[in-house]
């Protein structure tokens, strides 16, 4: 699939009634006014477009924005049960050992604790360890700072989903 022109999945979501639009962009991202943003600017001519649509409106999501979009993200090696997208996104830490699971629950809870939401990154491709490594080093970062690393992991996520999100009926 190129980016630089409409696909069967593309005009599928183009043409989606506005509730199954504004439903499948919820399961991309849980905040509302990023869902939003992007149904008002519907249709879009290419993925490149929805994309760079998607990384402007991300840019300027207050934090009470990333917080929702946040809340829709469960905590790293512990997948929402039934949520294959979940499951697919932190297979990293499918085979982890107990040992590395367990230090990645004391990580996600010290990370809470200390930031007061969710440790988010886009897992996809990354080994447990690497996921491991990233907590480790992102708990000693101030808060500002953590915050535009959210935004940016969130954006990574969100690209991967919209791009699977029409993708869907390509294949």
């Avoid at 512990?78 to 629950?105: C, F, H, I, N």
Wanted: with cysteine.
């Amino acid at each position: 699939m190129t980016s630089s022109s409409s696909t069967p999945g593309l005009a599928r979501f183009n043409a989606m009634e506005e509730h199954a639009a504004a439903a499948a962009l919820h399961e991309a991202c849980a905040s509302t006014a990023w869902g939003s943003a992007l149904l008002a600017r519907r249709p879009f001519a290419s993925l490149a477009d929805l994309l760079a649509t998607s990384d402007a409106v991300m840019a300027g999501l207050t934090d009470a924005d990333l917080a929702q979009a946040m809340a829709g993200h469960p905590p790293i090696g512990r997948p929402k049960p039934g949520d294959p997208t979940s499951s697919r996104e932190q297979r990293g830490m499918a085979g982890a050992s107990e040992a590395l699971r367990e230090e990645m629950l004391e990580l996600n809870l010290a990370y809470q604790e200390r930031f007061g939401h969710v440790f988010l990154i886009c897992a996809t491709g990354r080994t447990g360890e690497q996921m491991r490594d990233a907590a480790r080093e992102r708990l000693g970062n101030p808060p500002e700072r953590e915050r535009e690393i959210v935004r940016i992991e969130l954006g990574r996520i969100n690209r991967i989903r919209l791009g699977n999100l029409v993708q869907e009926d390509d294949a």
